[in-house]
């Protein structure tokens, strides 16, 4: 539907708040909380029209709704390129070409790798496509037509839509926070792993794994220390006190810090400070060296 612009623009933009200009719901523009952006996907500009008048007194945890406007697919393709903040997108099927809008939502995932941003198609005729093929092979969250579409049901869908998008996008930034932890974590553990002897005993005090530093300090290789008994670099009798202090703590699942004595392959001693650490079905040995008898290592 074509129409002069001069005539209908006035009617599908948001019109702006002005700085501390208080709202109808009693707070000022500026400690509003944001509101959730919801793009209309249509090239009738009488849709855009209704739908957002519709929608005006929507609110959803505390935050209204703006509406972000496309007419064709490709234009709705670069809103979204350009706004990835979008929660909801109704998406008309037929604009530019019968199915305009089936390609939007493929593109939306598979181009754009936007999987937050909840799709609702909305077709004005019934029975151009068959529906449930359209649910099962798009990655869609709802489909109307757009007769059936009423303000009662359009408020329910948006509602529900911004409420799957709220929970997606919160599960999200935990992943993105945890992720920011496990790299920090990592490059602990790479700093460490490039100054610090570790190795890990299984459940039955054996070398389940050791770093690169370990293998070096001892000379010995990590196959033939995988599996070994400890005793290959201190034999025994152990230090009566370290031992009972270490299996005490260690059995009341705490951790055990002391220096050790060890020696290495060729016969020279070399002394440790250690942190054992027991772990899920074994004990995770962390140590630095302190001294060698010939030479530092």
Request: charged share 25%; aromatic share 6%.
């Amino acid at each position: 539907m074509n129409q002069n612009d001069d005539d209908t623009d006035w009617m599908i933009e948001d019109e702006a708040q002005p700085a501390g200009e208080a709202r109808p719901d009693g707070a000022s523009a500026a400690s509003a909380p944001p509101p959730w952006r919801v793009l209309i996907v249509d090239d009738d500009v009488d849709v855009h029209v209704v739908t957002k008048f519709s929608l005006s007194n929507a609110c959803f945890q505390g935050r209204r709704l703006s509406f972000l406007h496309a007419y064709s697919g490709e234009e709705a393709l670069n809103v979204l390129r350009n706004t990835p903040d979008i929660a909801l997108v109704l998406l008309d099927v037929i604009m530019e070409t019968s199915d305009a809008g089936l390609h939007v939502a493929r593109q939306i995932r598979d181009t754009l790798h936007n999987n937050l941003v909840r799709i609702v198609l909305r077709t004005g005729q019934p029975g151009q496509a068959l529906e449930h093929s359209i649910i099962l092979d798009y990655d869609i969250n709802d489909f109307w037509c757009k007769t059936d579409l009423t303000t009662r049901k359009l408020f329910t869908t948006v509602i529900s839509s911004l409420r799957a998008y709220a929970g997606l996008e919160e599960a999200y930034q935990h992943t993105v926070a945890l992720q920011s932890e496990l790299d920090a974590a990592r490059k602990l553990l790479a700093a460490v792993d490039q100054h610090a002897v570790i190795a890990t005993l299984d459940a039955h005090g054996r070398f389940a794994a050791v770093n690169d530093k370990f293998c070096t300090v001892f000379q010995f290789s990590r196959e033939e220390l995988l599996e070994a008994d400890p005793r290959l670099l201190h034999a025994p009798p152990y230090p009566a006190d370290q031992l009972v202090d270490a299996l005490k703590a260690l059995n009341e699942g705490e951790a055990w810090t002391d220096v050790i004595t060890t020696w290495r392959r060729d016969g020279q001693e070399v002394r440790l400070r250690i942190t054992a650490t027991p772990d899920d079905g074994g004990t995770i040995i962390v140590g630095s060296v302190l001294q060698a008898l010939k030479k530092p290592l």
